[in-house]
T-cell receptor, first 112, second 114 residues
């Protein structure tokens, strides 16, 4: 079993749809949770960052963390074709220099 | 915001030669830098973690003699792929971490070994 599992697999939605992306993890020591967006042949860019449990909203994006269930989510409202990319969840235990553990990624396509 | 510059963005080399990839944090000092490898349609696989002035820590299964990492300063880390072979062809990405900005990624380097 991988340390971080990400759902769903490749996803295609119509423009304006609400998109829900999820990750589950097994390491209870994870404290910092991130969502990255990666366009083809580019490095990941940080979308959302959350410490411990709770919700965080930034424009059309909402990140949720439930540490008791070891479950995190990213919601994208009013999805746009420009949102088409691969979305990666990532998490770390914290502390200086601590490495990130990534989910497998979800390839999202938003169609006109 | 924080910017990490990675060069080159794309390189083709002949089998048996060495290739150096450079990663610079442009406007901040990185306490730690990370090097990843990514295969098509797969997630990022951590290769090694490096702190300025000390030896890199390699992940299990990564050949330290093949993937040489030098972290000469708080703003520069290099990855050298030595005696490259076609199976080393991949997308390599660096990341720089600072207490203030967290993890910032470079734009990646596509290596093709022919």
């Amino acid at each position: 079993q991988k340390e971080v599992e990400q759902d769903p697999g490749p996803l295609s939605v119509p423009e304006g749809a609400i998109v829900s992306l999820n990750c589950t993890y097994s390491n209870s020591a994870f404290q910092y949770f991130m969502w990255y967006r990666q366009y083809s042949r580019k490095g990941p860019e940080l979308l959302m960052y959350t410490y411990s449990s709770g919700n965080k909203e930034d424009g059309r994006f909402t990140a949720q963390v439930d540490k008791s269930s070891k479950y995190i989510s990213l919601f994208i409202r009013d999805s746009q074709p420009s949102d088409s990319a691969t979305y990666l969840c990532a998490m770390s235990e914290g502390g200086g220099g601590n490495k990130l553990t990534f989910g497998t990624g979800t390839q999202l396509k938003v169609e006109l | 915001g924080a910017v990490v510059s990675q060069h080159p963005s794309w390189v083709i080399c002949k089998s048996g030669t060495s290739v150096k990839i450079e990663c610079r944090s442009l406007d901040f000092q990185a306490t730690t830098m990370f090097w990843y490898r990514q295969f098509p349609k797969q997630s990022l696989m951590l290769m090694a973690t490096s702190n300025e002035g000390s030896k890199a820590t390699y992940e299990q299964g990564v050949e330290k003699d093949k993937f040489l990492i030098n972290h000469a300063s708080l703003t520069l880390s290099t990855l050298t792929v030595t005696s490259a072979h076609p199976e080393d062809s991949s997308f390599y990405i660096c990341s720089a971490r600072s207490p203030y900005y967290g993890y910032t990624f470079g734009s990646g380097t596509r290596l093709t070994v022919v």
